[in-house]
């Protein structure tokens, strides 16, 4: 049979969805997951890789709008539901998807790329870079206490419904106010909105329904938190977990006082935390941080598919004028020298015949490009390479973000 790459077609997407379930182990989702993704499935950015009437490869990409330092919102093609047959290995599908997506991603206008990835070592050589780490925690909360600012007797936590639509219009608006503050958040489009709620049956593990708790204040939303509770017992009584899905909230007392709230719990001894921003504050008003058993690992992975729009999209922190000699092997667009002018305001970003000041990688720019990386790092790493004395502090503090970028949900 003769493989073809093809956009897909609504009629296909059972099939496609099928192919994809099968790569990562076969298990069915839950008909709301389920129902979710087809509805969020962006057919003309999704292509499958077909050999004859079986589909052997799937990639999508989702239109979103990507917080960048600065506090713009960047459009950015979010690469998801990508997989290969496991019979189809080795033969060049995913590169074959990779090329047309990114050359279909330029044609779009959107000067980045961005995903998540089942196995880190997959992507490098389509020029992503890790941008953005994610912190899990283990907290025992039979040990640990939260310390909660002054002023916690005006905040109310109520308990909803968590897809009362009222609710969610409420914790959306809260969702909205920390993507405009931290770099890496997605600006959620219509539709979204059910993603923080959708019953994740396969992966509940004996878990209840999903909870929601409101904090509010003068009767305003400040704040709100998502959760499952697992009761268990032994023979001491009970140890049941809380499963923390979200929790957000506007200003430092109601933060803390939603943690105080889980940790509170009857019943419980331990919160799971498996996605929270690098520089999360319930580090800093645990009482205890070693039995939080803190843990980062590899988040978003980003690749600016234009750099000088990429480049040009954000603002930095403090005043640069470089010029980067850049390779990028995957989309040679990209290569050569571009010279970076900008700062708290602005920026601008065009090629230029000028001698190089640091050489790197599209790899690197995009690892560094949310500032949770530092290119300096980089640099002691061995993939950045200082070309002009001076120029890799200048660049280094300039790409820098006072708060850590974070992606809150996969997509």
Known sequence: MTIELRVLEPAEWDTWYGALELAFGGVPETVGETRLMRDLTEFDRSVGVWDGDECVGTAGAFSFRLSVPGGAQVPAAGVTMVSVAATHRRRGVLTSMMRRQLDDVRSWGEPLAVLTASEPVIYGRYGYGVATEHLSAEIDTSRVRIAIPGGSDEVRLRRV??????????????????????????????????????????VRDGMSALQCVLAERDGEVVGFTLFHNKPEWDRSGPKGTIELRDLYALDPVAYASLWDFLISIDLTSAI??????????????????????????????LRPVEVGAALEARTYRTPVDVVFEVTDAFCPWNEGRWRLSGDAKGASCERTADQADLALSVNELGAAY???????????????????????????????SEIAPWLPHGF
């Open 370 to 400: 949310l500032g949770g990386v530092s290119l300096a790092a980089l640099a002691r790493a061995g993939r950045v390479r200082e070309i002009r004395p001076g120029a890799l502090g200048e660049a280094s503090a300039a790409f820098s």
């Open 272 to 301: 799971r935390a498996g996605n929270r921003p690098a520089d999360d504050p319930f580090q800093y008003l645990v009482s205890d941080v070693r039995r939080c058993q803190l843990r980062l690992r590899d988040s978003l992975h």
């Open 161 to 202: 419904k968590p897809d009362d639509p009222a609710v969610r219009d409420a914790c959306e608006a809260v969702y909205a106010a920390e993507v405009a503050a931290r770099p890496g958040m997605l600006a959620r489009r219509p539709g979204w909105e059910r993603h923080p709620v959708v019953d994740a049956g396969k």
